[in-house]
């Protein structure tokens, strides 16, 4: 990131034409330069306005009026980056915002980088890691359940929960401390037996955080959701029904589709990543062989198969050879039964010796509400309050916890082997940092630019 302190500046509302536009300045000279650029309709430059007053005024560029606007002020470190802050909204348009940015830029200010406003609200301790990844994820949002998880009550959850355990942990490492630098005191709080039960009743606290990742992880990033069977068997036609789109093209003719087609959509309260696949059958066809072995490949890759079957047509071999293949799978499987609708040639009890959850539907009038109370059976759990409770959805989260339950079980296995607590109190230690990863306490450099290098210029 370029120097800490320069006056940044960016457009923050999305590009286009529109009523309003904001142009976000934020920095040591942050006032000074809206004063060059923001001329209010009075005597006192805006720089002098009291925070957080709305000022009505003129926008120059090079002294010459291009747009009139609001503006107001925030004086650091009450704002949003901790430091001084102005925010002018202007008319929306693309030339006239352009030409407002400009104005700011030849004023002395520099233009921000992505995510930098959230990146200096983050250094400035306005908010934790934690927080800007959940800002992130609330402008990706593709569903309501993701707006609440990134909710700032489910945030302050996980912060909650992540300060418990630190809390536990540095108690522990004081206690170990004195017991070590004072053997003959008796100055620690904890005997070696309370030690071990304060490690035990963290490292469960750590188990429960992780458990919640499946149904984190099934509304943020979404589930590789591969549909599956022969062809005309109505697997476009699911695939159009879940997106909620006509996608994929819907024909009579087997072998319509001949590659992958792959979309992120929301389904209920998670997210899938959702691919339609060409027909699994032999075929003399050469792009339709590419087709299926694509198809193949997919499907080893699923983490949720819906395994998609005619009930208008009786099971054949190409049936009974998907079926198989869904056994071989480590991922969890849905075998749909589609066109219910139509007169049935199949015994839909038979399906229940071969698969764990069986749905019945009709695709192609989009009655799909079974399947979606399904996926969310499996992928969300019942115990979890979505928005209320601390919910980890982040990759980067569940590696650094998994880090402190390795180092938490070292020292567990040093108490119960009867060593010295000195043994102990080295992965201790690193448990401790190991958390602070999770909420950017002690975090590289690297993963924080990673982090922000995701977001929009402007935010």
């Given at each position: ?6 006056t ?31 001329i ?36 650091a ?32 200010a ?28 609330l402008?990706e ?42 053997p ?5 709080d ?12 963290v490292?469960a ?21 591969v ?7 109505g697997?476009?036609?699911l ?5 909620g ?19 992120t ?7 899938l990543?959702?691919l ?18 694509r ?6 890759e699923?983490e ?76 969300l759990?019942?115990e ?7 919910i ?48 950017g306490?002690?975090?590289s ?11 929009c210029?402007?935010?």
């Amino acid at each position: 990131m370029r120097n800490p302190s320069s006056t940044i500046v960016a457009i923050s509302t999305p590009p286009g034409k529109g009523g309003v536009a904001v142009i976000r300045l934020s920095g040591a000279d942050a006032f000074a330069i809206a004063d060059r650029v923001f001329i209010p309709r009075g005597k006192a430059p805006l720089s002098a306005r009291p925070a957080r007053e709305m000022v009505f005024g003129d926008i120059l560029y090079d002294g010459e009026r291009i747009d009139d606007g609001l503006a107001v002020r925030f004086v650091a470190p009450g704002s949003f980056t901790g430091e001084d802050t102005v925010e002018v909204s202007c008319h929306g348009g693309l030339l006239v915002t352009r030409s407002v940015l400009e104005a700011f830029l030849a004023a002395g200010a520099t233009m921000a980088d992505r995510g930098e406003f959230t990146r200096r609200a983050f250094i400035n301790g306005k908010i934790t890691l934690t927080d800007a990844e959940a800002i992130g994820d609330l402008l990706e949002a593709k569903s309501l359940s993701a707006v609440r998880l990134a909710s700032g009550a489910s945030r302050d959850k996980l912060t909650k929960a992540l300060d418990d355990i630190r809390y536990d942990l540095i108690s522990l490492m004081s206690s170990i401390y004195a017991r070590i630098d004072y053997p003959d005191e008796d100055l620690g709080d904890f005997t070696d037996a309370e030690s071990l039960s304060i490690l035990e009743g963290v490292r469960a606290k750590v188990e429960k955080l992780l458990s919640t990742y499946k149904t984190g992880r099934a509304i943020r990033e979404g589930i590789r959701t591969v549909i599956a069977g022969k062809p005309n068997v109505g697997k476009s036609s699911l695939y159009n029904a879940i997106s909620g789109e006509d996608y994929a093209i819907v024909t009579d003719i087997e072998g319509t589709t001949r590659d992958v087609l792959e979309r992120t959509v929301p389904f209920g309260k998670v997210t899938l990543s959702l691919l339609d696949t060409a027909g699994l059958r032999e075929t003399d066809d050469p792009v339709e062989k590419i087709g299926v072995s694509r198809s193949r490949e997919k499907v080893g890759e699923a983490e949720l198969l819906l395994a998609v079957f005619d009930a208008s047509r009786p099971l054949d071999k190409e049936d009974y050879e998907l079926i198989e293949m869904a056994k071989q799978l480590p991922c969890p499987t849905i075998c749909v039964i589609n066109k219910v609708d139509m007169q049935t040639f199949v015994d839909i009890n038979e399906f229940s010796a071969h698969f764990e959850h069986v749905v019945t539907l009709s695709a192609k009038s989009g009655d799909i509400d079974a399947l979606r109370e399904m996926v969310e059976q499996l992928f969300l759990s019942e115990e979890l309050v979505i928005g209320e409770d601390a919910i980890l959805s982040s990759s980067r989260q569940v590696g650094a916890l998994l880090h402190v339950r390795e180092f938490l079980d070292g020292a567990i296995s040093a108490y119960r082997a009867g060593l010295y607590a000195d043994c102990a109190s080295s992965d201790v230690e690193l448990a401790i940092g190991a958390l602070g990863e999770v909420d950017g306490k002690s975090v590289s450099d690297e993963v924080v630019a990673d982090i922000f290098s995701k977001f929009c210029v402007g935010k």
